[in-house]
């Protein structure tokens, strides 16, 4: 069964760092293209980064600079390294498989990243 | 503002259909047939619906279909039931440089 759980969100204050993980089990995160996808508090779905089996990377213009998605195949594991944080990238984080067609078949549930001083 | 623009609510009784519409540009739904749809209910994590315009993914039921016209894709859901009750999202492709976007949503009640 195909399993997504993020980790690591918090309360952070202005311009400082978090790293989410995202554990995948059932596939392997190394040969699927992998998707972080945020949803600010009463708003839409965002995407925000994407990392291909051969490592490509791609990030929206409102994060390109300040996030880096990664993964590690030994742990089999997504991340996303997040610095100058902002207000507004408080929301919540998914991590999602990606599927064909840019379309994403598995999602997590989500963790929570409140960035406030 | 999202990129994709889908009404905020739609409504619908029991056994009805209901349609939501999510209009783009040419460089995103026009351009491309990679238009997906998800559906979240509150608290969940969103769930494939339709991708690739109109494909299904296994275990979705045959009420839900997608099709597109020009720069506007459109998610059709028949026969309404009590758990179709949710937050829908469109989502497409729109080049290798801004790569997704995704619609606003649309909240569906059944009535």
């Known amino acids: 069964e195909v399993q997504l759980v993020e980790s690591g969100g918090g309360l952070v204050q202005p311009g400082g760092s978090l790293r989410l993980s995202c554990a995948a089990s059932?596939?392997?995160?190394?040969?699927?293209?992998m998707n972080w996808v945020r949803q600010a508090p009463g708003k839409g779905l965002e995407w925000v980064s994407a990392?291909?089996?051969?490592?490509?990377?791609y990030y929206s213009d409102s994060v390109k600079g300040r996030f880096t998605i990664s993964r590690d195949i030994s742990k089999n594991a997504l991340y996303l390294q997040m610095n100058s944080l902002r207000a507004e990238d408080t929301a919540v984080y998914h991590c999602?498989?990606?599927?064909?067609?840019?379309?994403?078949?598995?999602w997590g549930q989500g963790t929570l990243v409140t960035v406030s001083s | 503002q999202s990129a994709l623009t889908q009404p905020r609510s739609v409504s619908g009784s029991p056994g009805q259909s209901v349609t939501i519409s999510c209009t783009g540009t040419?460089?995103?739904?026009?351009?491309?047939?990679?238009v997906s749809w998800y559906q979240r209910h509150p608290g969940k994590a969103p769930k494939l619906m339709i991708y690739?315009?109109?494909e299904r993914p296994s275990g979705v039921p045959d009420r839900f279909s997608g099709s597109k016209s020009g720069n506007t894709a459109s998610l059709t859901i028949s026969g309404l039931q009590s758990e179709d009750e949710a937050d829908y999202y469109c989502?497409?492709?729109?080049?290798?440089?801004?790569?997704?976007?995704f619609g606003g949503g649309t909240k569906l009640t059944v009535l």
């Open positions: 999602a498989r990606g599927n064909t067609g840019y379309s994403s078949d598995y």
């Open positions: 059932g596939f392997t995160v190394s040969t699927n293209y």
């Open positions: 990392i291909y089996s051969g490592g490509s990377t």
């Open positions: 040419s460089s995103d739904v026009g351009g491309y047939n990679y």
């Open positions: 690739d315009v109109s």
């Open positions: 989502c497409s492709y729109a080049g290798s440089y801004t790569f997704v976007v």
